[in-house]
């Protein structure tokens, strides 16, 4: 089994950054491709970012290109989101997932282990 943790969400203004972090424990993710996902107020979760197990293939979605990354240390267990030029519409739950399979996959039902989430509001 794994737990993963995620923290570092909060509010803040648009424009500004956050960088969150998915802390694993139970069982070493360091094999494991890693994702954020994220679920805004009447929305289906949707894929933010994911990185293999090595760190050497990364997928960003479309929306958060160019201003969000992903990485991961696996001496830490842990993987962190950078978020920069927070917009508004970046307002949502975001969850921490592992996938035990050695892909790297954008699709939710390939996540084996999910965190509880962090919020992250972005204001006007």
Do not use: H
């Not at 293999?52 to 240390?73: C, E, H, M, Q, T």
């Not at 790297?104 to 282990?113: G, M, W």
Request: one cysteine or more.
């Amino acid at each position: 089994q794994v737990q993963l943790v995620e923290s570092g969400g909060g509010l803040v203004q648009t424009g500004g950054s956050l960088r969150l972090s998915c802390a694993a424990s139970g069982r070493t993710v360091s094999s494991s491709a890693m994702a954020w996902f994220r679920q805004a107020p009447g929305k289906k979760r949707e894929f933010v970012a994911g990185i293999s197990w090595n760190g050497g293939n990364v997928y960003l979605a479309d929306s958060v290109k160019g201003r969000f990354g992903i990485s991961r240390d696996n001496a830490k267990n842990t993987v962190y989101l950078q978020m920069t030029w927070l917009k508004p519409e970046d307002t949502a739950v975001y969850y921490c997932a592992s996938d035990t399979s050695l892909g790297l996959s954008r699709v939710e039902t390939e996540y084996d282990y999910w965190g509880q989430g962090t919020q992250v509001t972005v204001s006007s």
